[in-house]
């Protein structure tokens, strides 16, 4: 790895301002959630944010590069899973405004308990399953905030005359965000759709994939032409239907 906590990132120029970084890796083999970037005139808005301190430096960088000088900066966090947001700190410290739905905390807390953690760096030593030393040399300043601004179901951000339009699709967990650019007709899928390894489904049950399955179904009757997932390429919207074909069988599976 060329530092710790980085990985070799490949980055993709999408066109109409729209960029994605993948393969961030915060352990080896360990892939962090993928990153978008919308660049307008006056704004640039991240979708997720890495992991570690380097992943969060090497998205801010790259974001520098392609598009200097912007005034305002959004981050969109998909939902509260540690490999999409753990780095939000170094965005905080540069003035970002944060969004995220309305249960990220709650959601966090959640796992907190879960992980039986009493910080985030325990969290996310019992997340890798790593030694606290490890740990804190790969994440060193790096730390999830509590987002500014928080979504129910839909919110649209203006950005010079282009949006960003923010939607709730619950199922993979119940915070999960989508992010939709008009412009581009590329969404950011967050979790809600995996191209690595299809819908993951342990954190819910045949209810939440219900609304998944509805959620992703809202998605087909919108204009896409590429997305960015979570994890894994950049695809086309064809992965959308295999996703709901893999979650009706969960469903069936599950009676």
């Not at 581009?184 to 759709?193: E, H, M, N, T, V």
Request: glycine fraction near 10%.
């Amino acid at each position: 790895m060329e530092q710790p906590g980085l990985g070799t990132p490949r980055t993709f120029d999408l066109g109409n301002g729209v960029h994605a970084i993948l393969d961030m890796e915060t352990i080896e083999g360990v892939h962090s959630g993928n990153v978008g970037i919308i660049a307008t005139a006056r704004a640039q808005v991240f979708i997720n944010c890495g992991q570690t301190e380097a992943q969060g430096r090497f998205v801010w960088d790259y974001a520098q590069e392609k598009a200097p000088g912007r005034e305002m900066t959004y981050v969109v966090l998909t939902h509260h899973h540690l490999d999409h947001c753990f780095a939000a700190s170094l965005f905080d410290d540069r003035h970002a405004l944060i969004y995220a739905h309305k249960s990220f905390g709650r959601c966090m807390a959640e796992m907190r308990s879960h992980l039986g953690a009493s910080d985030y760096q325990g969290m996310l030593q019992a997340f890798l399953n790593i030694d606290a030393e490890t740990c804190k040399k790969l994440i060193r300043s790096a730390h999830p905030i509590s987002p500014h601004r928080l979504v129910g179901e839909e919110v649209s951000i203006a950005i010079n005359g282009e949006e960003a339009l923010i939607q709730h699709l619950p199922g993979h967990t119940p915070c999960e965000l989508v992010v939709y650019h008009p412009k581009s007709k590329i969404l950011f899928a967050g979790d809600a759709i995996n191209e690595r390894a299809g819908p993951v489904t342990m954190f819910g049950d045949a209810r939440e994939w219900k609304k998944w399955v509805a959620g992703l179904e809202k998605l087909n009757r919108m204009e896409i032409e590429q997305i960015v997932p979570g994890h894994g390429d950049v695809c086309g919207p064809e992965i959308i239907d295999r996703h709901i074909e893999a979650l009706e069988k969960k469903i069936a599976e599950a009676g």
